[in-house]
């Protein structure tokens, strides 16, 4: 059974940065696609970052030099620094994933599209 737990949120003020970590169990995280998407109230889902399962990294126009992904696969936990903070970073972050089933899955879908799904952990950014 996957899991994923996100932690990390918080309130910061604009220019801070903050380390979102997502603790993933049930599956083997070298050959699964991973990422974090962001929904704040009464928008629509944005795909933050992603990290495929060979490493490759893809990012929002909205967070390109700003957020950086990474995971460290003995750990099985997947992370996002995000700094220079902006007002409108403020949302509720998820951590998702989902199975590579083959060459160009991972880059072909969205990160809310992505099977499984956290919580959740809130970050409100301040101006």
């Known amino acids: 059974q996957v899991q994923l737990v996100e932690s990390g949120g918080e309130s910061v003020q604009a220019g801070g940065s903050l380390r979102l970590s997502c603790a993933g169990s049930?599956?083997?995280?070298?050959?699964?696609?991973m990422g974090w998407f962001r929904q704040a109230p009464g928008m629509e889902r944005e795909g933050v970052a992603a990290i495929d399962d060979d490493g490759s990294t893809r990012y929002a126009d909205s967070v390109k030099g700003r957020f950086t992904v990474s995971k460290d696969n003995a750990k099985n936990t997947l992370y996002l620094q995000m700094n220079n903070l902006k007002p409108e970073d403020t949302a509720m972050y998820y951590c998702?994933?989902?199975?590579?089933?083959?060459?160009?899955?991972?880059?072909?879908?969205?990160?809310?599209?992505?099977?499984?799904r956290g919580q959740g952990t809130q970050v409100i950014v301040s101006s």
């Open positions: 049930g599956y083997p995280p070298s050959d699964y696609c």
């Open positions: 998702a994933a989902d199975a590579s089933f083959y060459g160009g899955y991972c880059s072909s879908r969205e990160t809310y599209e992505y099977h499984y």
